[in-house]
């Protein structure tokens, strides 16, 4: 099973009113070992802080962040993603957005990310419960390949 932490970055939400977490719960519910949950402020260094204990400490082999990926001026979830990164995985977002764009436009709009630090992969989803269940829709199948290339498998 793959090892996931679920970040969902918001100022307002709470676990009880999280509906794009628990979208990505439902989603990963048979596949995926869900090690953490968690909820944080829109928050650079708060956000750092998890990324950085999920992937040192816990060993989650993939980190789903939802939220904080738009254009406002608290967005900041590609940024602090970006401080813990060792490589960019750029196709990965490029491909959500690709197919989000068949459905609306707006899609562009998102900055998520996709990166590895050491042998967790972070992927950036959307905020929005349609956003995160679109997304994931598309990469599902992908992710056990990426985590078997990133303990050392072949292509």
Known sequence: MIKTAILTVSSSRTKEDDESGKVIKKILDHDFQIIAYDIVSDDEKAIIDKLNFYSDIKKVNLILTN?????????????????????????????????????????????????????????NLPGSPKGVKESLEVIIDLLPHAMEMLKGKGH
Not at 77 to 105: M, Q, W, Y
């Open 67 to 123: 939220g904080g990926t738009g254009f406002s001026q608290a967005d900041v979830t590609p940024e602090a993603t970006l401080k813990v990164t060792d490589r960019i995985a750029s196709g990965i977002s490029e491909l959500i957005r690709f197919e989000g764009i068949k459905k609306t436009k707006r899609a562009a709009l998102s900055r998520g990310i996709s990166a590895i630090r050491g042998k967790t992969l972070i992927i």
